[in-house]
């Protein structure tokens, strides 16, 4: 059988062994050993990931290395993704998602890469676990690849009792008396303080949190920083999406969390994403003008943990989910 649409190419210029096998077999590769044939490949196929290290590439007279260097560079600019040889081999499935969700293509739902978003704040209220749930049940229906909510609060266990239904909790999982509930085809775990300090010293619970980790490609841990697990899921993150709303005192701790927060981030190279929820004027707008999302105050959507609330902030998370989400309602698809 013959595809209608062509995949996008990669760009392999890297003598790695076993690299090029590395590559899904259906994705069109095109190697190059010098520093042109680097050049030529990225003007003419246009790949969307280009695995390079410029220093294996033997270098030719019109071509300086730096040269080639400040091409990638701008091309990066333009969505390019651009991985060193050794970190592709390790994980080219994952990178590969990468690059064709920068380019907003729909396959790319088929290899989304693994994220780890610690949603947080010292504020109350703010909405936290509402857009948790929300980014796990649209995530959930958009890929069927799964989405996890992790709760780590203090006192009783929100998630429970909001979701209704037998829930069992993480505490119940570790030790073997459950499996986790399913809500909008998400996997829920909700947790108590109490179960949370009981789990802290617990063997078992860096086996399960890796294998719910590997089993969706979003886990969401909605954690409170004094939980007893808070080191630990903080240790687990990829991504951090502190959560306001536009009131001063919530700001003002806002940015008391993003300054205790900062060194941990800058060290571990984590991404940091601030939203601010609530948002119901236009003074509140600018209010929250650094937020890298806004989303209007509304009751209904809130409870319908509605998809509107959702793909900003998974967009955040996954460069390119608002365009693959645009592609499929048959706007901006020029293969058909
Ligand atoms: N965009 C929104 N517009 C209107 N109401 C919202 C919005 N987002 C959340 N809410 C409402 O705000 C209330 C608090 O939300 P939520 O429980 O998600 O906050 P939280 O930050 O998790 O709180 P806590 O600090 O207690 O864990 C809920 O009633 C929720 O429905
Ligand atoms: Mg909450």
Do not use: C
């Amino acid at each position: 059988m013959f595809r209608k649409k062509k995949r996008p190419y990669l760009l392999i210029a890297s003598r790695a062994p076993g690299i090029v096998d590395a590559v899904p077999e259906e994705y069109p590769v095109r190697e190059a050993v010098s520093t042109r044939g680097a050049a030529q490949a990225l003007n003419e196929v246009r790949p969307i990931l280009a695995v390079v290290d410029t220093n294996e590439l033997t270098e030719t007279a019109d071509l300086p290395r730096e040269a080639l260097e400040r091409t990638l560079a701008a091309l990066q600019e333009d969505g390019l993704l651009v991985v060193p040889p050794a970190d592709f081999l390790t994980e080219p499935e994952r990178w590969l998602g990468e690059a064709l969700l920068r380019t907003g293509l729909r396959e790319g739902v088929r290899l989304m890469p693994p994220r780890v978003v610690l949603v947080t704040n010292y504020v109350g209220g703010v909405g936290k676990t509402t857009l948790s749930l929300a980014m796990a049940k649209r995530f959930a229906e958009q890929t069927r690849l799964g989405a996890a909510v992790v709760e780590a609060g203090i006192g009783g266990s929100v998630l429970a009792t909001r979701l209704g239904g037998e829930r069992p909790s993480l505490y119940e999982i570790v030790t073997g008396q459950a499996k986790a509930s399913s809500w909008n085809g998400a996997d829920v775990y909700p947790m108590s303080g109490r179960e949370a300090q009981a789990l802290a010293d617990d063997p078992r619970l860096p086996a399960v949190l890796d294998a719910v980790q590997r089993a969706h490609p979003l886990t969401v841990y909605d954690a409170f920083p004094s939980n007893p697990l808070w080191r630990i899921v903080l240790g687990r993150a990829t991504d951090i999406l502190l959560v306001t709303d536009p009131r001063d005192e919530a700001v003002a701790q806002t940015e008391s969390m993003f300054r205790d927060l900062q060194p941990y981030i800058e060290e571990r190279g984590l991404r940091l994403h601030l939203a601010a929820n609530k948002v119901r004027t236009w003074g509140e707008k600018v209010a929250v003008s650094d937020a890298a999302v806004r989303l209007a105050y509304s009751e209904r959507l809130a409870q319908e943990y509605a998809a509107s609330l959702a793909d900003p902030l998974l967009n955040l998370l996954y460069p390119g989910w608002e365009q693959m989400r645009g592609k499929k309602n048959g706007k901006g698809r020029k293969n058909r």
